[in-house]
């Protein structure tokens, strides 16, 4: 048994390997390779000066509004570009945006005869229920 105990006392030896090749000269590396210098991306055709975009004619027709539409957006006829903005006009002129979910519009009186008798209508079902108003 005291000889088992002894064994167990005694710190492992060190692989010979590591001490071989510390005494070794180190050996010599092939010089790294340089990294290519990184071209510049190609340059795209010139933009052209800020050519303003052509309007689709479908959009820019003059359209009669009804007599319900007529009493927000006027009588006389507009495209339907013009038609948009008078009514986000006349929503913002009058807070009838929802003051929580600013997607949604409570309609008053006159909106109301235009949004088909809705109380409150997202402002993507606004237009679809607007173009139902224009001839």
Do not use: C
């Amino acid at each position: 048994m005291a000889t088992a105990k002894k064994s167990a006392k005694k710190p492992a030896k060190k692989p010979a390997a590591k001490k071989s090749a510390a005494k070794k000269p180190a050996a010599k590396k092939a010089p790294a390779k340089k990294a290519a210098p990184k071209k510049a991306a190609p340059k795209k055709a010139a933009k052209k000066p800020a050519a303003k975009r052509k309007p689709n004619a479908a959009f820019m027709k003059a359209m009669t509004p009804s007599s319900s539409l007529a009493a927000v957006v006027g009588s006389n006829p507009l495209p339907r570009t013009e038609v948009t903005k008078k009514i986000w006009d006349y929503i913002k002129k009058n807070k009838l945006q929802d003051s929580i979910n600013r997607r949604l519009i409570n309609a008053d009186e006159k909106l109301k005869q235009v949004f088909g008798g809705k109380r409150q209508v997202s402002m993507f079902e606004m237009t679809k229920l607007v173009s139902n108003h224009l001839k």
